[in-house]
């Protein structure tokens, strides 16, 4: 892609972005490595729930799958201008990583716990983390 597709591509994703989410606006990441982080971030958090929701046949995956797509092509375009080194932008994967493992250990927590009051908990904070990121571009 080229450095002026990308650049459009970006304008045009967190344009939209920061028209779709009204009054939540002013939480989207100003700087572009804050909006890698948050857009990998995502990435990860949705993938752990599309990947558990294809386990227990939740026809919610696929819109969730869509949405891991959306926030991986927002990543690519901020990329370039966050992290421009090479080496730096493998960090990406190591939030999407901790996206992943932050809602992994929320639904293990959630579905497995004994404790009543532990589950419901990580589940009001998975929501809670779930729908952080569905502000950003729904």
């Known amino acids: 892609m080229t450095y002026s597709a990308r650049t459009t591509l970006r304008s045009f994703l967190c344009g939209a972005a920061l028209l779709t989410m009204g009054t939540a606006a002013s939480s989207l990441p100003i700087w572009p490595h804050q909006q890698a ?19 227990v046949r939740n026809p919610e995956a696929e819109g ?36 992943w493992s932050e809602v992994a250990g929320l639904l293990a927590h959630s579905f497995y716990s004994f404790d009543h009051g532990v589950a419901e908990r990580a589940q009001a904070a998975l929501l809670a983390r779930i729908e952080d990121c569905r502000n950003m571009v729904l």
């Open 37 to 55: 982080q948050a857009f990998a971030t995502c990435s990860g958090r949705i993938s752990a729930l599309t990947t558990h929701q294809r386990a």
């Open 64 to 99: 969730n799958a869509a949405l891991v797509e959306t926030f991986d092509l927002m990543l690519e375009a901020v990329l370039p201008d966050a992290l421009p080194n090479e080496e730096d932008a493998k960090v990406s994967v190591q939030w999407r990583a901790q996206g």
